[in-house]
């Protein structure tokens, strides 16, 4: 109930929906007033989250900034969140713009940084299907000549909190000492590193994915772009996920 609830929650608190719902407002409005009222908002709130520089000043606030790990110390297992692949169809599946993720943790592994790595993530959709993300990124980590002796998957999980309860299951079950690296997309750091420090894990934040967090002043910063309307869906999802895990 919980996953379809946040699923619903997710729906109202995207910046797009308010921009349609209030054009929907003004063009269904027979009073001129209100028409232009509603119309005046929509456009308000399009270039409020469309503005680079407003995106760039929070991101820098928000994020977890980049970690510098001592190369003596070593980890028994690093965590890498899933999120960075989806369904290609019969099974397969294909990395997104999350796919850093990976290649973060393929590299504290490849380094020696950590012995083990855990990959953790299902399936989040409503209607999930056959694909588990987990089980289609072992193949990858296969393909890479990694052996199947230090690899852990996951595929179980369908949101963060789950990844964090059924990773100390599995860890638990393996007798892997903490502290863990934790690898994720750094606007997702901080609410997933509050998630697992509730569930008594043990780790280390190791954000990558990074949007960027340039604040200067250029003309660009100021001029409405919709990559920028598209990034403010992760940080509302981020926001409102973490007040409502704080408060849990």
Not at 62 to 78: E, F, G, L, P, Q
Not at 146 to 170: H, M, Y
């Amino acid at each position: 109930m919980y996953f379809i609830f946040s699923k619903i929650l997710l729906f109202l608190i995207l910046p797009i929906y308010w921009i349609v719902i209030l054009l929907v407002i003004a063009l269904v409005s027979k009073e001129q007033k209100r028409k232009q009222k509603f119309l005046i908002a929509a456009v308000g709130v399009f270039y409020l989250f469309s503005n680079p520089l407003l995106l760039n000043t929070f991101q820098k606030i928000w994020d977890v900034r980049a970690t510098t790990i001592n190369k003596a110390t070593k980890y028994s297992c690093v965590i890498v969140l899933g999120g960075f692949s989806s369904s290609g169809g019969q099974g397969g599946g294909h990395f997104n713009n999350a796919a850093d993720r990976f290649i973060q943790g393929i590299k504290l592994l490849a380094t020696k940084q950590a012995s083990h790595i855990l990959i953790t993530g299902g399936n989040g959709n409503l209607l999930p299907g056959g694909f588990r993300e987990a089980t289609w990124v072992k193949t990858q980590l296969t393909e890479l000549n990694i052996p199947d002796s230090l690899i852990l998957i996951e595929n179980n999980s369908k949101n963060t909190i789950e990844n964090a309860r059924f990773s100390k299951v599995l860890l638990n079950q393996t007798h892997l000492p903490p502290p863990y690296l934790l690898v994720t997309s750094a606007f997702h750091m901080r609410r997933s590193r509050m998630i697992f420090k509730k569930a008594g894990i043990d780790v280390v934040p190791y954000p990558c994915n990074f949007f960027g967090t340039d604040t200067s002043f250029v003309i660009s910063s100021f001029i409405p772009d919709s990559a920028t309307l598209l990034n403010w869906e992760y940080y509302s999802k981020e926001v409102v996920g973490y007040v409502v895990n704080y408060f849990k």
